[in-house]
């Protein structure tokens, strides 16, 4: 529909996953996303898979023929890591996030689509992400519960993008190619969440993409314009702190503006059905269009998370207790914040400092990069991100893609010979391989109990992977007025709902809900279709 010629399969098969992710998303104000969604999906793809079918033919041709012409170190590591995704998508999820809402979440796309006022039962049901609603679709919950991978998918691709990028180093010599071609050094860090539809992981991967189109000069500027406008399209609509991602296709815009206006109307189109999309989610999940942001348009909707709730999620105190004692942050000086944040413990410490020295050495080596300005569009957007975040929640995972990004390219600067370069990949797989096939702890790394055990490997996920929950929790029914659900037995985290039947909520967090802000949630009907309210709770309640 865009009229983009590519034959790039990874850019073609992300471009289909973000149009599926808005047809699901579309759908889901109505329906479910289950059998009913992928009859209709089906359909469309038979009928546009005909009518493409030499384009389709293209694109597997161009992909198989690249892969022939991988050299024998870097067709055999790509098949090693690729076959390392796959087992590391077959053990359980570590990601704390899968527990507290990512399984949920995606329960009530697949059972019922978008539900007013959800996150009046879990604050966290209304971070529903574009990544969540795409698999939605891939969980295929009307065949079999254990489809949870979607991360894996894409690494998947971006391994192969990688590894070609790779090749054509050992061609051209181009420091850029080596540049992605170094992607696999950064499994140690990321192998962990690709088990679990993490949409920080998903942002951090789509970058990578945008970033080399950006800094590719091989396609014309309009197709270029238009693959970097759909890549971060989609990593906003995954997640909104990757509004600065939009930047650099606006840049280009602006800049070659009397040369691409005429042909860019397809990607306003699509940008204003994104925007308009993702304003309509959030207000039936929460009230609010620019959730997390507290603008009220239609201040009347009786579904409304409450202000005073809202307040409580989003503020300094909550946003910075991950390093800071909660109800601290107003007592605190800013040495004693930055002393925290850098050294306060293992893994965020560890990233916080290597963030830091990445920023401090690329305006110092910048010279050393050809097409330098578009080095400095991309460092600048980091430095705005981190600005951003400093006034809201500075959390590590929230900008390290770009740190990744400058710590690969300075590293070009330092690994030239191809001897060097394949015993840094490989050292890097055979510490994945580690980490993969035996249990590891990460106490010294980190102060959560929850996340000091890898998830690893075993020979029966060579048939059967691991359920879509790290902890077999009990549950039992409870209710509070007209609303009955399922509440997890002695859960080892607050927020935790696990993978209980709908509706499910830890019941001891809205006993904290209803003594400290009076709230309770309430069905809005006798179908839960029809959504949730919080009421205010009176002293004779």
């Known amino acids: 529909m865009i009229r983009i010629p590519s034959s790039d399969a990874t850019f073609t098969i992300v471009s289909g996953l973000f149009g599926i992710t808005l047809l ?25 898979g005909n009518k493409n079918k030499e384009n389709i033919k293209a694109v597997v041709k161009d992909a198989y023929t690249q892969l022939k012409t991988f050299n024998k170190p870097v067709k055999l590591l790509f098949y090693l890591s690729s076959l390392l995704i796959l087992a ?36 966290f049901f209304g971070q529903t992400s574009g990544w969540h609603i795409t698999q939605s679709v891939y969980s295929l919950s009307f065949l079999y519960d254990r489809f ?38 950064t499994y140690v860090f990321i192998f962990q969440f690709i088990s679990a539809p993490s949409p920080d992981l998903a942002v951090y991967l789509l970058s990578f993409l945008l970033f080399s189109c950006y800094l590719d000069k091989s396609d014309s500027l309009s197709t270029q314009l238009k693959q970097m406008s759909v890549i ?7 997640k909104i702190t990757a509004v600065v991602l939009l930047i650099i296709p606006l ?12 042909e860019m109307s397809s990607i306003k189109i699509l940008s204003g059905l994104t925007f308009t999309i993702f304003l309509l989610k959030n207000t039936i999940l929460t009230g609010y269009p620019l959730f997390p942001l507290q603008f009220k348009v239609w201040p009347d909707l009786n579904y409304q998370v409450p202000t005073a709730i809202m ?43 290597i963030s830091l020295a990445v920023l401090l050495l690329f305006p110092l080596m910048s010279n050393q990069f050809d097409a330098k300005k578009r080095f400095w569009t991309i460092y600048g957007s980091f430095v705005l991100l981190i600005t951003l975040l400093c006034f809201s929640s500075p959390q590590y995972r929230f900008y390290i893609h770009f740190t990744l990004f400058f710590a690969l390219l300075l590293l070009t600067t330092v690994l030239k010979n191809q001897k060097t370069i ?24 980190t102060n959560n109990p929850l996340l000091a055990d890898n998830s690893y490997f075993h020979i029966k996920n060579i048939i059967q992977p691991e359920p879509n929950t790290k902890y077999p929790l009990e549950f039992k029914g409870d209710s509070r007025g007209n609303f009955k659900f399922h509440t997890p037995v002695d859960p080892p985290l607050f927020w935790m709902n696990g993978n209980g039947e709908l509706p499910c909520v830890n019941s001891e967090q809205l006993n904290y809900f209803e003594t400290n802000f009076h709230y309770m949630p309430q069905q809005r009907s006798h179908n839960l279709a029809d959504g949730f309210y919080s009421q205010k709770l009176t002293g004779h309640d």
Not at 232 to 238: D, G, Q, R
Not at 422 to 445: E, G, N, T, Y
């Open 24 to 48: 699901a998303s579309i759908w889901a104000f109505w329906f479910p996303i289950d059998i009913g969604f992928h009859f209709i999906l089906l359909s469309l793809s038979l009928f546009f």
């Open 88 to 123: 590391q998508c077959a053990t359980v999820p570590y990601i704390i996030d899968n527990e507290t809402y990512y399984i949920q979440t995606i329960k009530w796309l697949n059972e019922y689509g978008f539900v007013k006022g959800l996150a009046n039962l879990h604050l």
């Open 148 to 185: 949870n991978d979607l991360n894996g998918f894409l690494l998947l691709l971006v391994n192969f993008f990688a590894f070609k990028k790779w090749q054509e180093y050992t061609i051209h010599h181009k420091r850029n190619d080596l540049l992605f071609g170094l992607i696999p050094l």
């Open 232 to 238: 971060a399209l989609f990593s906003v609509y995954i």
């Open 251 to 262: 840049l280009v815009f602006v800049k070659h503006y009397k040369k691409t206006n005429n």
């Open 311 to 353: 307040n409580f999620f989003f503020s300094k105190n909550m946003l910075h207790s991950f390093y800071i004692p909660f109800n601290a942050y107003a007592d605190v000086s800013v040495i004693y914040m930055i002393k925290q944040y850098f050294f306060h413990s293992g893994i965020d410490s560890i990233m916080a400092l």
């Open 422 to 445: 394949q015993i840094f990949q490989v050292s890097s797989l055979i510490i994945v391989a580690l980490l993969l096939f035996r249990p590891v702890s990460f106490k010294h790394l």
